[in-house]
């Protein structure tokens, strides 16, 4: 009895002066963006996320978010947290964030009120051409897109992160690399996560000796949890490339250990292909949503376009008045997705080779008639929803994302890939580097789909030099008065671009707390293949009602691995996603 006396509010307001002690303290040592307590979370929230006053990481796994936290604590900028977080997943995050891969990093600058976008995703090698995916008969052979050595993009990663640290970092380019070449060098731990990813990847990555030696012993078992996983060719590497900066990478011994390995499996790329890659710095795609602002990454990604045709064509309604888990709101939001992945089949492509109408598929209008025929009585099928005209309004599962944030305001949001688990499972003998397969994002042949089902058009055809389209959707979103309020992201190959809709639309329209967010269950429609995938934790009530609109319902995988920080007053507040065990938010 006593213990509940102690929660009767008078004993709480007498306790009170103390607490305000307690918190004045708290907000001198602390500063002025803690001058503020965190805000209290209403009793209904069922998860927490993590509360820092200064700056938060983010990312999939614990190494890579110690690492950049501790370049933050030591008052490097969230670029300069990015850059090692994103080298120290190379070595520790293997299956996604290999140095062979490639990505886009979204920046805010809070002093220039600048966002923009890095785009160092990778290139088709000069060499490729069209029809180099297609067998004698004329049809697409998957096996030469994804594991050949032709399924080999010129990789991106080093250029870009380099590109991001030399521009708008602050520290040396040696203390970013540091830890990732203490990992590579000294080990760390092999986690369940690793473990599990490198048990399922065996029948492919085993048969290649470098990756081999590196992942399995000799019989073909696991490095198993626990054992200490060193890379030292891998830490060479590195050691490279903090020394002579990205020529360490893409000229001199390590590409051309690259080239002899990929022309000996009768690859394509060039000396010259690695030493020409170029990363190109982009404006965002930009618009509004309600009140607020959101920049995302344009072509040769689809994923800012269609998160803000998305966005776009869900505004005119309240989302949160149809309330979360139900019918109506996910029928709403399935038939806007089958809309945007239909105009993403035709219109979308590297915009430095075609033309991507962007502003006419972002156009207000031309989203309004694209939903004229929506309706909340049933399922359109996908055979009754075409690819839009917006040129003629009138005839009417692996990749890693992290999000960083700084003390001054910063922010970054940064997506990179080698495609598949281990991209091609090709390890480069004598660099510890895992190449990806990122050339089978190009349509191998307009209209046959990619190994995530999405169809793409002529635009997206393979052609040399060219970037191959991306579902990558780093997010930054400002609040009215241009300040940072939600950095967001997944893997998850076409399903990204939902995925990430879903986290602003939880935050903004749902008000839910990142935490809650980023655990609600998850929902996609992609307009071919037809179905609407869920995962497990709708009511069977509301998947009966989506079926009866005539929905195909299956109930799936989980959907995605968001690494999101939300602002609440004038706190940081973080959360990584529990469908991938590695992954960790730290603040300070
Ligand atoms: O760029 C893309 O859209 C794909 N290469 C991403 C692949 C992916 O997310 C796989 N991860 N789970």
Redesign the pocket.
């Known amino acids: 009895m006593d213990s509940v006396r102690l929660l009767e509010p008078v004993t709480l307001s007498r306790r009170r002066p103390y607490f305000l002690v307690l918190w004045l303290l708290a907000a001198v040592v602390s500063g002025p963006v803690g001058a503020e307590p965190p805000p209290i979370i209403s009793g209904a929230a069922r998860f927490y996320p993590v509360y820092a006053p200064n700056g938060m990481v983010a990312t999939q796994e614990r190494h890579a978010t110690e690492a950049a936290l501790e370049v933050l604590e030591e008052g490097g900028n969230a670029v300069d947290a990015a850059v090692t977080a994103a080298f120290t997943l190379a070595v520790t995050l293997p299956r ?1 964030g290999a140095l062979g891969g ?2 886009f990093m979204v920046v805010h600058l809070a002093e220039e009120e600048r966002t923009f976008a890095i785009d160092y ?1 990778e290139t088709a090698p000069a060499a490729a051409h069209r029809d180099m995916f297609l067998r004698e008969d004329g049809t697409a052979d998957p096996t030469k897109s994804r594991f050949s050595a032709l399924a080999v993009g010129v990789p991106g990663n080093v250029a870009g992160l380099l590109h991001a640290l030399e521009n708008y970092g602050t520290i040396d380019r040696r203390r970013a690399l540091a830890p990732a070449i203490a990992l590579a060098e000294e080990g760390f731990p092999v986690s369940k996560d690793l473990f599990d990813s490198l048990v399922i990847a065996a029948p492919r990555l085993f048969r290649d000796p470098a990756a081999r030696e590196v992942f399995y012993t000799r019989f073909g078992a696991p490095r198993v949890i626990g054992e200490t996983l060193r890379q030292p060719d891998l830490a060479n590497t590195l050691r490279r490339i903090a020394e002579d900066g990205a020529a360490g990478y893409y000229t001199g011994p390590v590409a051309e250990k690259t080239v002899d390995f990929l022309r000996g499996r009768g690859g394509i790329m060039t000396l010259e292909d690695l030493a020409e890659y170029r990363p190109v710095e982009r404006s965002t795609v930009s618009g509004h949503y309600r009140e607020f602002t959101v920049h995302s990454m344009p072509p040769p ?3 800012g376009i269609h998160l803000l045709q998305l966005l776009k064509m869900l505004e005119p309604e309240s989302i949160a008045d149809m309330g979360f888990g139900s019918a109506r709101k996910i029928h709403f939001m399935a038939e806007a997705m089958k809309r945007a992945y239909a105009d993403r089949s035709v219109h979308l492509g590297d915009t430095d080779f075609v033309d991507v109408p962007m502003s006419e598929l972002l156009d207000g209008g031309y989203l309004a008639r694209r939903m004229a025929d929506f309706s909340p009585h049933g399922a359109t099928p996908a055979a009754d929803i075409s690819p839009g005209d917006p040129l003629h309004p009138a005839e009417g ?4 994302h992290f999000s960083i944030v700084d003390a001054h305001g910063n922010a970054v949001a940064n ?1 990179y ?5 281990y991209g091609a499972q090709m390890m480069v003998p004598g660099t510890g580097v895992l190449l ?1 397969n ?1 050339m ?2 190009f349509s191998a042949k307009p209209g046959t789909p990619n ?2 089902g ?1 169809i793409g058009g002529e635009k997206n055809a393979v052609e040399g030099g060219k970037r ?5 959707t780093p997010t930054i979103v400002l609040d009215e008065g241009g300040d940072v309020l939600l950095v967001t992201g ?7 671009i939902t995925t990430t809709l879903q986290i602003i639309v939880n935050t903004i329209d749902h008000g839910m707390n990142i935490a809650e967010a980023t655990n609600a269950p998850r929902f996609h429609h992609q307009w071919l293949p037809e179905y609407l995938r869920v995962e497990n934790g709708f009511s069977p009530d509301t998947l009966g009602i989506l079926r009866r609109l005539g929905h195909e319902v299956r109930e799936m995988d989980a959907m ?2 968001t690494q999101s920080i939300l602002r609440e007053g004038s706190w940081w507040t973080g959360a990584s996603d529990p469908r991938r065990p590695d992954a960790r938010t730290l603040g300070h």
Request: negative net charge; charged residues 15%; hydrophobic residues 25%.
């Open positions: 996604a490639g990505g995703r990604s689809s994923g599962d692996n990749t890693t997506t890939s080698i495609n598949f688990s990806n990122t089978d994002d190994a995530y999405l191959m389209l991306s579902s990558m997944s893997p998850g190959g076409s399903r990204i995605g691995s």
